[in-house]
């Protein structure tokens, strides 16, 4: 019974049962209030009836006196009816009525009072419950007024059975129903709860099950696969990372190491020393530049999004740094445009990750444009994106390898020769990334147009 | 000059001292930020301080200085390079920031820069050998002969002759002349400085604007 007692200490069940109880006492209590209100009804009404007809036989009596109220009550004992009379004179003896006997029972105030009758019903006397309201007359003679209330007793028994019947019946359907629901909503749990065991286990690839109802369940299995996402994403980078580093940090380390180890075998001259120390140095820079980029790629890749806050106009950025790589086009022969009008592309952001991305695209796209190309750089506003494009007019790039620019390392057959280590274009990725940001890479024909799309801060 | 060195890495402490002692500096070290507090009561002209530090750190050593009234030029090293970071150290008194690991040649020709900001006066010109920059008209002239800058190639000159005779480095005038301080890919500061040249030195017999290999650039009379 381990699933029972699971079941009942599930939260779900224990919220099924709270309601059930909540629903129980209400449905109860409307229940109670519905029989009090006929049921008194109905005694009331009898009550009344009594009252009335007693009081109207009073009056009889005034008017006519005994004899007179006697021959009312005999009359009217002998309709068929529900109501009982009975007249007595002082000396305990009936002078008029349809009950056989003054009945015996303690008298509420009032002169109210319950008791059961003998009734003859074709030829067999059936005990039956009354109730009435007797009054003394002058001179010692008592009436008694009442009605047979047995049919009313019997029906406000069927009501009260009824009710108990609802009642189980209302508690059996919410227990089993609420034991349903319970068992469905746990059973989805226990599947996220499974996905989750696998995916600690180590298959990161793992999701949890979404049945695209929409409800909070589905809603927080969605939140969780999200969270997932990013974190095989992180994972994927640093695994990329870390192979990154085994491969191409190596290559050059062990350059460096050779040529050291080289140069202290050799009995060589001070100048000798001094050269390869020198070239030592500038390995060691390169080493430690491309380093750097991988760090930096990596943090800006694993930042929370909630980073640069920022406002910024982009052509500000635009403006200064094409103003700083201005000289470096005019000295390759390229020409290198401007076109962002101020205020026409404001984005919340990281002025220099910004500027850092758009120096990356434009020193790519000089590298990669041939002597008497043009570079246009641009920032507009469309469709509530802030457009950061940059557009050469060099070779391009094959439609097959424009996803992979952004890869890290990745240098194209026709990088052979330009320098670079093939980090640029993936910290353009990382900024673009942090920024909720959408980069692609398209053909200007002729040339390549890289484009960042910003949500606009407008 | 006489530099403070505070950092708690002993090795790396001793090259720079020798490194600074090699350039005419004389250069003392302190292993924590207590004893480097002490120390500091005498006068240097610049203290380099670790921001990550056993016992008080960086940041706290710097607020204690400036706390105190101490105003000597501070110069933050630290394996931190984010922005936060850099922002943290400057606002905790620190003059500059520099990330590890960095060139001695760059460590050296920005504790030199930070040692002349001290009694650093408004200084409306100046001249460096023959040629004259004007600070508030923003005209410059060689031997009396007119030259035309753009705004950046001004911005660029004034900057170097403020620190005339002294070396700066490529990444001291990007963060100091166009306010950026990522390392660009190319060396675009070297060609704006060729652009500065052809229209500063060219045609003068004794160049002013000289490469410094291995470090930056210096601009002065004395090759």
């Known amino acids: ?458 | 000059m006489r530099v403070l060195v505070i950092e708690d890495d002993a090795e790396a402490a001793a090259y720079m001292v020798k490194g600074l002692s090699e350039h005419g500096h004389v250069a003392d070290h302190a292993i924590d930020a207590e004893t480097g507090l002490i120390m500091a009561e005498t006068a240097y002209d610049v203290i380099v301080l670790d921001r990550m530090l056993p016992g008080m750190d960086g940041l706290a050593a710097a607020e204690t200085l400036r706390a105190k009234g101490d105003a000597t030029p501070i110069l933050f090293l630290s394996a931190l390079g984010q922005v936060d970071d850099r922002v943290k150290g400057l606002r905790a008194g620190g003059d500059d920031y520099l990330v590890k690991p960095y060139a001695f040649a760059e460590l050296l020709a920005r504790i030199e820069t930070l040692a002349r900001r001290r009694g650093d006066e408004p200084q409306t010109e100046i001249k460096v050998g023959d040629l004259e920059i004007d600070l508030l008209g923003r005209r410059v002239n060689r031997a009396g002969e007119r030259i035309d800058l753009q705004p950046r190639e001004f911005k660029l000159l004034e900057y170097l002759a403020r620190n005339a005779d002294r070396v700066v480095t490529r990444t001291m005038l990007l963060e100091n002349v166009w306010e950026y301080n990522f390392d660009p890919q190319t060396n675009v500061i070297d060609v704006h400085i060729s652009r500065l040249r052809g229209k500063i030195d060219k045609g003068f017999d004794a160049p002013l604007l000289h490469t410094v290999r291995g470090a930056g650039y210096r601009l002065s009379e004395a090759g």
């Not at chain 1, 409307?30 to 029989?35: E, R, S």
């Not at chain 1, 696969?225 to 580093?245: F, G, H, K, P, W």
């Not at chain 1, 500038?282 to 530049?289: C, E, H, K």
């Not at chain 1, 990088?415 to 640029?424: E, S, Y």
């Open chain 1, 1 to 458: 019974m381990g699933g029972l007692r699971k079941l009942i200490r599930s939260t779900a069940f224990r919220l099924a049962a709270f309601y059930l109880l909540i629903f129980g006492v209400s449905s109860a209590g409307l229940l109670g209030l519905v029989y009090w209100r006929s049921a008194g009804f109905t005694a009331q009404q009898i009550d009344e009836t009594i009252a009335a007809e007693l009081q109207g036989l009073n009056e009889r009596y005034r008017l006519l006196g005994i004899p007179g109220l006697r021959q009312v009550v005999a009359e009217r004992s002998g309709k068929q009816s529900q109501s009982l009379y009975m007249l007595m004179n002082p000396e305990e003896r009936p002078l008029a009525g349809n009950i056989n006997g003054w009945p015996t029972a303690n008298i509420m105030p009032g002169g109210w009072m319950d008791f059961e009758y003998d009734l003859a019903v074709s030829g067999k006397t059936e005990r039956r419950r009354a109730r009435a309201r007797k009054i003394d007359i002058a001179g010692g003679f008592r009436l008694l007024v009442g009605r047979d209330v047995q049919q009313r007793d019997e029906l406000v028994g069927l009501i009260q059975s009824a009710f108990w019947w609802a009642g189980g019946g209302i508690l059996a359907f919410g227990l089993v129903g609420g034991l349903l629901v319970t068992r469905s909503t746990l059973r989805r749990i226990d599947a996220m709860g499974a996905a989750s065991q696998q995916i600690m286990a180590g298959d990161l690839s793992r999701r949890v099950p979404v049945n695209g109802s929409g409800d909070e369940l589905d809603r927080l299995a969605a939140s969780l696969n999200a969270m997932l996402d990013r974190i095989e994403n992180l994972m994927t980078a640093v695994r990329q990372v870390s192979d990154n580093i085994a491969h191409d940090l190596r290559t050059p380390l062990n350059r460096l190491r050779a040529r050291a180890e080289v140069t202290l075998m050799s009995d060589a001259e001070p100048e000798a020393y001094r050269e390869a120390l020198e070239r030592t140095l500038q390995d060691a820079d390169a080493l430690l530049g491309t380093f750097n980029a991988l760090l930096d790629i990596a943090r800006l890749e694993g930042a929370a999004d909630a980073g640069p806050s920022d406002i910024i106009d982009l052509s500000d950025i635009v403006a200064d740094v094409t103003e700083l790589y201005e000289p470096v086009a005019e000295d390759a022969d390229i020409t290198l445009l401007a076109e962002a009008e101020p205020g026409a592309a404001m984005v919340i952001g990281d002025r220099r990750l910004l500027a850092q991305a758009l120096a990356n695209l434009i020193d790519n796209a000089i590298k990669y444009t041939p002597k008497g190309g043009a570079v246009r750089v641009s920032a507009i506003t469309a469709g509530g994106y802030a457009e950061l494009s940059i557009a050469d007019n060099g070779p391009g790039v094959p439609e097959a390898e424009r996803g992979r620019i952004f890869d890290r390392f990745v240098r194209l057959e026709a990088d052979r020769g330009k320098p670079g280590a093939g980090l640029g274009l993936s910290l353009v990725r990382a900024v673009a990334q942090m920024h909720n940001a959408e980069i692609t890479a398209e053909d200007a024909s002729p040339g390549l147009r890289v484009t960042l799309r910003l949500p606009s801060a407008t």
